[in-house]
């Protein structure tokens, strides 16, 4: 995606629905939000791509990986969020 004025609100609904499945996720540099949430909470699982650059080795990815990424997934996307948000 090309870099515009919102490029840092950026969060696609396939990194979400990616990392809910336990897959590690390829994201652009300007889908900002999405490279935040990878580089803090996907560390190692989400590679970040420089639209400059050729893509480098991906991580491999475990059983355990995929099931550390599904359970950070759920604490940040999961339905209890949702839930909290009504019950304030």
Known sequence: MPKVIDWKTRLSVKF??????????LVGEY?????????FYFKGFCKIIDNHKELDDLPEITTEDRAKIKKTAEDLFGM???LKLLNE
Do not use: I, P, S
């Open 80 to 82: 209890q969020n949702f």
């Open 16 to 25: 979400v629905e990616y990392v809910n499945n336990g897959l590690g996720v």
């Open 31 to 39: 889908v900002g939000e999405a490279v935040r949430l990878g580089k």
